[in-house]
């Protein structure tokens, strides 16, 4: 099968790069997500099956969802451990980023990870990658997910028949979570002959849907509730909504890193309703999370106004105000964009 958004000689070059290389630090993202953990285990496994030494790090903890994923206890938490982290880190011979575009998405991690001499390589799906940060770049924007490239890089390296169950589970919840269960970024059929492959393994798709979608606690559900009845804000004039959770909301519902996951989908089933915005505080800042349909570029919204960025249809962004302040940015960047809102 011909998979056209793989460079067969950028895979060439991440093979030359690994033969001279035995310990590698794969990091992914700020708060990870279930592409950016699947692809870095799918990665791991690879790299094992080379006889390589990988350690994955995540710059702070990933949601309880994906704690059922075989590897997920060797993940090295920077924020938790430092110590640890940047010992085996000065120790790599090979930094593999996973999932990100930018060194600035690995929060306080990236400017350790900056100073770092071994080479850097991307994996990832993301558009505008930083290139000069990396001596090479897989990244195919085409992609649904990291999963979906990192899966073709094994094949390309000839370590499909390696792949163990567990490393497929982590390809397949890499696709299912990045697409929302194939809902959205996934109209290349490629992506559902990727999917059909990853079938052959047998993996139990249905099992592991319940894992990552029917594992909440009552809590998040009330507070999904609460957020939908009490905050959601409809701004008819802009085709936007927003909700915004102030800290004492969430702690109110206990609050367990990814309870929030998936709330900023909801207000788009709103009919005429094109783009939304969920907020939330952090001890440090508050995070945005944006989502639209059609030809709004959530991307280029979120890089101009939010320092963030991510997909047409999907990104994030951060803002030092409070969260009152931020609404109030965030209605007044959004009335920029009102004829281009209303053309969507
Ligand atoms: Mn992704």
């Known amino acids: 099968m011909s998979v056209p958004f793989i460079i067969y000689e950028q895979v060439d070059k991440f093979r030359r790069l690994l033969q001279d290389v035995q310990r590698i630090a794969i990091l992914t993202h700020v708060n990870p997500d279930g592409d950016a953990i699947g692809t870095s285990l799918a ?12 350690t994955i790090f995540a710059p702070n903890p990933f949601p ?3 704690h059922w994923l075989t590897g997920v206890e060797d993940i090295v938490i920077y924020k938790h451990a430092t110590t640890k982290a940047r010992a085996i880190l000065n120790q790599s011979e090979m930094i593999i980023c996973v999932d990100f575009n930018s060194l600035a998405r690995l929060d306080e991690m990236g400017e350790y990870i ?44 000839g370590l499909a028949s390696s792949l163990t169950l567990p490393a497929v589970e982590a390809i397949y919840t890499g696709i299912m979570t990045d697409t929302n269960n194939f809902l959205n970024n996934c109209n290349r059929p490629d992506t559902f002959r990727t999917v059909a492959e990853l079938l052959e393994y047998g993996i139990a798709k249905d099992r592991l849907y319940e894992s990552v979608y029917n594992n909440y606690t009552a809590q998040r559900m009330r507070m999904l509730g609460y957020a939908l009845n009490d905050k959601m804000v409809v701004l008819p004039e802009y085709r936007t909504a927003y909700i915004a959770l102030s800290r004492e909301e969430l702690d109110r519902f206990n609050f367990q890193p990814g309870d929030t996951e998936g709330f900023v989908n909801y207000p788009l089933s709103i009919k005429n309703v094109v783009l939304s915005c969920f907020l939330s505080e952090n001890t440090e800042n508050i995070r945005l999370s944006f989502r639209s349909t059609g030809s709004f570029s959530v991307n280029h919204f979120s890089r101009v106004h939010f320092d963030g ?6 990104a994030g962004g951060t803002s030092t105000l409070s969260l009152d302040e931020t609404i109030a940015a965030f209605i007044q960047s959004v009335a920029l964009y009102k004829d281009e809102l209303a053309a969507v």
């Not at 993301?126 to 999963?147: D, G, Q, R, T």
């Not at 960025?309 to 999907?314: C, P, R, T, V, W």
């Open 43 to 54: 990665l791991a496994h690879c790299l094992r099956a080379l006889g390589k030494e990988p």
């Open 64 to 66: 309880a969802f994906l």
């Open 114 to 157: 900056r100073q770092l001499p071994a080479p850097r390589v991307l994996i990832d799906h993301h558009p505008n990658p930083e290139e000069e940060a990396f001596v090479l770049c897989l990244s195919k924007v085409e992609a649904c997910s990291s999963a979906e490239v990192v899966y073709h890089i094994i094949k390309e390296l």
């Open 309 to 314: 960025g991510g997909h047409l249809n999907a």
